[in-house]
């Protein structure tokens, strides 16, 4: 058994998925942190000044110690139910921008990869062709 985790350890597409998932977890919070840190700023500020974070709807009892906060973050930790739809905003915002990245770099290593080579077509015989050819077979029969 360990004989043939080890030979499926040691195929290339394994290490090529593992090296995939590291690098694509990496690059997951290099987006996030261009979402949380520059995008989702920008577009407050085009807004009116509005942060995304703030926006959420308490569902539940606030603690005495927290009431009337404005901060989600501290709410959350405090265990307060909450419905936090701006948060929601910022990580579809996150995945568009990643699945963006993501079409363009496929689109770019597509066009850089060869294309296969499709074997033309024959193209149909003309007409006049074919008919010679039928007099040459039919006059090499009667011979």
């Known amino acids: 058994m360990f004989k043939e985790f080890k030979e499926f350890i040691s195929r290339g597409n394994v290490l090529d998925l593992a090296v995939a998932v590291i690098i694509g977890a990496a690059f997951g919070k290099i987006v996030s942190s261009l979402t949380d840190d520059i995008i989702m700023p ?3 500020k085009i807004l009116g000044g509005l942060d995304f974070s703030s926006y959420f709807v308490v569902l539940g009892k606030v603690p005495e110690a927290l009431a009337g906060s ?6 959350k930790k405090a265990g307060v139910p909450l419905l936090g ?11 568009v921008i990643l699945a963006f990245i993501i079409f363009l770099l496929v689109r770019s290593i597509n066009k850089l990869m060869p294309k296969p080579e499709v074997p033309a077509a ?18 090499k029969k009667r011979a």
């Open 42 to 44: 920008i577009i407050g």
């Open 70 to 75: 404005s901060d989600y973050a501290a709410l």
């Open 85 to 95: 739809y701006g948060a929601f905003i910022t990580a579809a915002v996150n995945f």
């Open 122 to 139: 024959d193209a149909p015989e003309p007409a006049d062709i074919a008919l010679l050819r039928e007099i040459r077979d039919e006059l």
